[in-house]
């Protein structure tokens, strides 16, 4: 007996403030719901969705709305965790792109699947986690990462992408390249399936987990402890975006020349800096703001967090507009001082 297929979940003039993890306003002109890799082909087919310009969101955690938008919003819901295969040398773990990331995370070491516990409490969808290749504590997504499908937003064709077809760099993949061959706009990621070595190694190499062993006296964590460590050490520095509206950090930190770090250095010499593998210098980007006399400021209705300068805050009904002013004077004070441009993280619409 032929299914009748359940229509599209479509919202008119949505409200996205519960959608985006600073708490912005903003209306969708449509919202579409999609819970399924059929949900986004029903986009594509649709006579008016299909040639619209698109917008997808995950959860919302790496956006600043400034405005209503016309494009048609997709909103990812596809559900579902499971244990795809179990290996001699990995666990290889599958979820569907609208799971919660912490959740995912959470699950897995419940499981006993440790690998993804320095990843714990980022705000955000699974979708979402390739898109800015996350990363904290000296673990990124694509160290975990075995493969995703996406379908394409103008074919409707499903695809799988390995991590080199994701095109991984700090906090930037494919999915965020406009230019040739990137996928900005696209494609939707529909499955995310992540690869969890075995034997598990533990990664204990940033300060704060440092101090962490310092402090406890356990040089030998279990995955069950680095990740409630994780947990305090973000709770204790981060803002939770369902009491205080923020993105997490609002800035990349900057990578410079050994000249250019060099002449910093010289000026300032307690700036923080880490030397990175092909000889260019990370600078801190929270210290660069901090020592700017950036932390804890407000501006109109946005704010910098009183923990972390790095991270910009929501103080109560800012509008998208309030957190660019917010930024562009920060840019300019870190500019003026050090001659360095910072670069946003999240992506401004
Ligand atoms: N610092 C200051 N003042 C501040 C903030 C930071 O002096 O107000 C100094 C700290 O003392 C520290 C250094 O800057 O020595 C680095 O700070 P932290 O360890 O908090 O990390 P971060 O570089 O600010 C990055 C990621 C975070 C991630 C943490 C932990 C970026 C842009 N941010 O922050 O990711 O959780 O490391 O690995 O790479 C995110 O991307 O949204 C995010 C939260």
Redesign the pocket.
């Known amino acids: 007996m032929p299914t009748t297929p359940v229509p599209l979940d479509v919202q008119h003039r949505a409200s996205l403030r519960e959608h985006n993890s600073f708490g912005l306003p903003a209306v969708a002109r449509t919202l579409v719901r999609l819970r399924s890799e059929a949900d986004v082909r029903r986009v594509v087919d649709h006579p008016d969705y299909g040639v619209a310009p698109k917008f997808v969101l995950g959860g919302g955690s ?1 956006v600043v709305l400034t405005r209503d938008i016309d494009s048609v919003v997709l909103k990812v819901e596809i559900a579902g965790l499971r244990l795809l295969r179990e290996k001699a040398d990995a666990w290889i773990v599958e979820a569907g792109a609208g799971e919660s990331w912490h959740a995912l995370v959470a699950w897995t070491i419940e499981q006993g699947w440790p690998g993804l516990e320095n990843l714990a409490l ?1 705000p955000g969808s699974v979708g979402a986690a390739p898109v ?1 290749n ?5 673990v990124e997504l694509k160290d975990r990462f075995d493969s995703l499908d996406a379908v394409d937003l103008v074919t409707g064709r499903s695809v799988t992408l390995d991590a080199a077809a994701c095109r991984f760099g ?2 930037d993949s494919v999915f965020k390249q406009a230019g040739f061959g990137g996928l900005a706009g696209k494609s939707v990621i529909t499955r995310v399936r992540l690869r969890l070595p075995r034997p598990w190694q533990p990664v204990l190499g ?3 987990l440092e101090r962490k062993i310092a402090d406890t006296g356990n040089a030998r964590p279990d995955a069950r402890t680095v990740f409630d460590w994780v947990c305090a050490i ?1 709770r204790a ?2 803002p939770d975006p369902a009491l205080v509206g923020n ?3 609002f ?3 900057p990578v410079v020349s050994p000249e250019q770090c060099r002449d910093i250095i010289g000026r300032d010499p307690e700036i ?1 800096h880490y030397p990175m593998a092909d000889g260019s210098i990370k600078l ?4 660069l ?3 700017c006399g950036w ?1 804890g400021k407000t501006v109109g209705r946005a704010g910098v967090y009183e ?5 910009l805050v929501n103080r109560g009904g800012a509008s998208g507009a309030e957190v660019v002013t917010l930024a562009r004077a920060i840019q300019e004070s870190v500019y003026g001082r050090f001659g360095i441009r910072l670069e946003p ?1 999240p992506i401004i619409l």
């Open positions: 790496n980022i800015q996350i990363g904290a504590y000296g700090y906090r940033y300060l704060d973000r520095k981060l993105a997490g950090s800035f990349k930190n923080v801190a980007a929270g210290w703001i901090d020592a932390k923990r972390q300068a790095l991270v993280e």
